[in-house]
Each structure stands twice: as C-alpha cells, then as structure tokens.
C-alpha cells in the first residue's frame, strides 16, 4: 500500500470515527434528558403524592459519568477541549504545530493510563460481583462498564487523530496537523457561532 492510499485510509477511519463519536453525544444526551426526566417526576411525586420513585439520584449520576465518558472523543474531535493558549498564538506555525502534536501525544498517554486503571476498577466490580449500596443495589460493573467503553473510543478516537497528525507533520502539511490537534482560532469560533445563529433563524422562519 503506497503512503497516499495509507492517508486516505486514516483519513477515511477519521471520518467514520467523528460519525460514530456524534452518534455516541446524541446517546449520551437522550440519557442526560432522561435523568432530568426522571428526577423531575422524582420531585413532583414527592411534593404533590407524597412519595417518591427511589433512585433517581443513583441513576442521574450514572447517566451523567456515561453521558460525560461518551462525549469526549466527539469533542476532541471537534477541538473542543480546553487549552491555554496565551503564548501559543505568537509562536511560529512549525512551533506551534509541533506542540499541537505534542499535546496530542500527551492526551494519548493519559486516556491510556485512565482507561487502564478504569478497566482495573470493572474487572473487580465484576470478579466480588459488587453492588451499590442503594435500595436498587445495581451492579456496579454494568454503570462502570458503560463509562469505561466510552473511555475506550476515547483511545481509539485519539490514536487516530495521532496517526493522522503524525503523517501530516511528517509530510509538512503543517495546515492539517493544526486543523486535527491545533487550537481553534477566534476566527473559527466565530464562523461557527455565526453559522448556528443562521440555522437558529432559518429554523424559526420555517
């Protein structure tokens, strides 16, 4: 396989992984919703009946820790992570390329070392067969389960990203290393404020 066929492939994984990662955001905020739901009709019944559901708030964490676990290769992908970026705006565009890959490299390390330690964390729960201590008494290797496989796509998600970056460095195309790992300008942020606004009024007028 020639180099170029090699960068279409990334390039074609990289694509299908931003599917599958928006796919996994609209998941994890119908669970987001239905933990509103839920404590909501908790409250309610609470004050007007007189009694509640039992383990709205249980089930609200583990929504929330899933929820948050399933959204950060999308927002990795969207470069959407937070970053400081006082010096970083000055530096030449082969610096600052270099670091963009550099911190990918660091965020690579570290889901790998979280999502190891996360996966220690299941494999116990599973083997003493643990529960919560709640009147629901969930096993606890089910919530923690689904908030590992979230951290999981998170590496494979990066790990493209880099493998793609790393091409793109190799070959000069300093422009896509910043645009796959690069700080988003003001400029970008504006574009895509302004292009959500124009959907806003089109969707109003419709």
């Not at 000055?90 to 600052?96: A, E, G, K």
């Not at 796509?153 to 190799?170: Q, Y």
Request: proline residues 2%; neutral net charge; glycine residues 6%.
């Amino acid at each position: 396989m020639t180099r170029s066929e090699h960068l279409r492939l990334l390039g074609g994984l990289l694509r299908r992984a931003e599917t599958f990662s928006r796919a996994a955001v609209w998941a994890g905020g119908a669970l987001t919703i239905a933990s509103v739901l839920l404590i909501s009709f908790d409250v309610l019944t609470r004050k007007f009946l007189g009694f509640n559901t039992g383990g709205a708030d249980e089930l609200s964490s583990y929504a929330f820790a899933i929820s948050t676990s399933w959204a950060l290769a999308f927002a990795t992908l969207q470069r959407a992570n937070v970053r400081v970026d006082v010096l970083y705006q000055f530096l030449p565009v082969r610096v600052s390329a270099l670091l963009d890959w550099l911190s990918m490299v660091a965020l690579a390390v570290f889901m790998v070392f979280l999502t190891y330690y996360a996966y220690e964390v299941v494999q116990t729960s599973w083997a003493q067969k643990s529960a919560a201590n709640t009147p629901l008494a969930t096993p606890l290797w089910i919530p923690q389960g689904l908030w590992v496989l979230g951290l999981a796509w998170m590496c494979v998600t990066v790990a493209l990203m880099l493998a793609r970056a790393s091409a793109a460095l190799v070959t000069g195309d300093l422009a896509l290393v910043k645009e796959i790992c690069g700080v988003r300008s003001a400029q970008e942020e504006a574009d895509e404020e302004a292009a959500a606004g124009e959907r806003m009024v089109k969707g109003a007028s419709a």
